[in-house]
């Protein structure tokens, strides 16, 4: 089974160009969740400076601008994705084990409680 993917943005650190304000760094998670279990990664990307075509005033970003950035800017993607992915199938086929007493051990002692009178 595949993970399902998602990029959370934490932070952004913009600077002045040509007296507009412009993102330059993204701090984000990409999350991966798969049969119950789920793994973090944080990341950054540098991002270049747009082009005049293409700018969108800082006041009008949504998530999914920074979002759509991050998914076309940082260059680690498919390594990040394949990390989470194999730390979750370890999740998930740990998670169907349960843990078993060794058989050569003795057995646990359980006491119960003395019923108070």
């Given amino acids: 089974m595949t993970a399902i993917f998602k990029i959370t943005v934490n932070s952004i650190r913009t600077t002045e160009v040509d007296g507009n304000k412009v993102v330059k760094q993204v701090s984000f998670d990409v999350q991966g969740s798969q049969d119950g279990q789920q793994f973090n990664l944080p990341q950054t990307v540098e991002l270049s400076y747009p082009d005049s075509a293409s700018f969108k005033p800082f ?51 359980v006491s119960t409680p003395e019923p108070s009178n």
């Avoid at 998530?63 to 390594?79: G, L, P």
């Avoid at 394949?82 to 998670?95: C, M, P, R, T, W």
């Fill in 59 to 109: 006041s009008q970003l949504t998530e999914s601008d920074v979002v759509n950035w991050v998914e076309t800017n940082f260059s680690q993607m498919d390594s990040v994705k394949a990390h989470i992915q194999y730390v979750l199938d370890k999740q998930v086929a740990e998670a169907s084990l349960a843990a078993t007493h060794l058989p050569w051990l003795p057995e646990p002692v």
